[in-house]
Nanobody
Framework: QVQLVESGGGLVQAGGSLRLSCAAS????????MAWYRQAPGKQRELVAV???????NYVDSVKGRFTISRDNAKNTVSLQMNSLEPEDTADYYC??????????????WGQGTQVTVSS
């Protein structure tokens, strides 16, 4: 069994910062691409940031220059540093990871989500 557990969400004023973390645990052979998604009330889930095992990153335009995704391959973790937060960033944030288990079974896993609320 593989689990992704997020932490770090909360309430912050506009212009503030939060750091989200996600830890993968269980029987893991390798973690490939990792990503953060978010879903605001009444909206579709959207990809916020993605990072490959080698460290290449990509971001949705609305967060470029404000958010930074990083990972620690030794600890099986991925983080999202969010600066200059805006009320439009309010959403549930989800960790997503492409994981290969022993036996080379490979699939995407989701965390349970963590809520981020930015007040104006």
């Amino acid at each position: 069994q593989v689990q992704l557990v997020e932490s770090g969400g909360g309430l912050v004023q506009a212009g503030g910062s939060l750091r989200l973390s996600c830890a993968a645990s269980g029987r893991i052979f390798a973690i490939n691409t990792m990503a953060w998604y978010r879903q605001a009330p009444g909206k579709q889930r959207e990809l916020v940031a993605v990072i490959t095992r080698g460290g290449s990153t990509n971001y949705v335009d609305s967060v470029k220059g404000r958010f930074t995704i990083s990972r620690d391959n030794a600890k099986n973790t991925v983080s999202l540093q969010m600066n200059s937060l805006e009320p439009e960033d309010t959403a549930d944030y989800y960790c997503n990871a492409d994981i290969t288990r022993p036996g080379l079974v490979r699939r995407w896993y989701w965390g349970q989500g963590t809520q981020v609320t930015v007040s104006s």
